[in-house]
C-alpha cells in the first residue's frame, strides 16, 4: 500500500488511534495525569467569534471585542486600505459574515491606516 509523504508506518498510525479514542469518544480529556492535558483559557480571554455574534461597536466592551475580532481576522497585512481591499481580505480568510456586514459600513473612500481607525470610524457612525 502506498503511503505517499507520511512519516509514519501502519503500526504508528494505528497506535495513535487507540491512544485517541478515549478522547474522541468521550469528548473530554481521559488521561489520569493533569500535566497531560492542555490548559484551559484564562478568564480574562476574550470569547471566541463562533460562540456569539458579532460584536457591534457603542460600547467599551463592544469596540475592543470588534477590535479584537478585526485583528484577528486583518492582521496587518492589507494596511493601509480601504473598504474594498479591507472586505476582500475579510473573504479570503473566511471571516464570519456578521464581521464582513459590520466593515460594509465604512465609508467606502476613507483609507484606513490599523484596526483601531476603523473602529473609531464605525462607533462614530453608530447612534448613542
Known amino acids: 500500500?502506498?503511503?505517499?509523504?507520511?512519516?509514519l508506518n501502519v503500526h504508528r498510525d494505528e497506535e495513535m488511534k487507540h491512544e485517541l479514542q478515549g478522547l474522541l469518544r468521550s469528548g473530554h480529556p481521559?488521561?489520569?495525569?493533569?500535566?497531560?492535558?492542555?490548559?484551559?483559557?484564562?478568564?480574562?480571554?476574550?470569547?471566541?467569534?463562533?460562540?456569539?455574534?458579532?460584536?457591534?461597536p457603542g460600547t467599551p466592551?463592544?469596540?475592543?471585542?470588534?477590535?479584537?475580532?478585526?485583528g484577528r481576522h486583518l492582521a496587518r497585512t492589507p494596511f493601509p486600505a480601504k473598504r474594498r481591499e479591507l472586505l476582500r481580505t475579510l473573504h479570503e480568510r473566511h471571516a464570519p459574515d456578521g464581521l464582513i456586514d459590520v466593515v460594509t459600513?465604512?465609508?467606502?473612500?476613507?483609507?484606513?491606516?490599523?484596526?483601531?481607525?476603523?473602529?473609531?470610524?464605525l462607533g462614530r457612525g453608530m447612534p448613542a
Do not use: C, K, Y
Request: proline letters at 11%; a negative charge; hydrophobic letters at 35%.
Open 1 to 7: 500500500m502506498e503511503r505517499g509523504s507520511n512519516r
Open 30 to 56: 481521559t488521561r489520569a495525569d493533569e500535566w497531560h492535558d492542555p490548559e484551559p483559557g484564562a478568564d480574562d480571554d476574550p470569547p471566541a467569534a463562533a460562540l456569539g455574534a458579532v460584536p457591534r
Open 61 to 70: 466592551a463592544g469596540e475592543e471585542a470588534l477590535r479584537f475580532e478585526l
Open 105 to 121: 459600513e465604512l465609508p467606502p473612500d476613507e483609507t484606513f491606516h490599523n484596526v483601531q481607525e476603523m473602529v473609531t470610524t
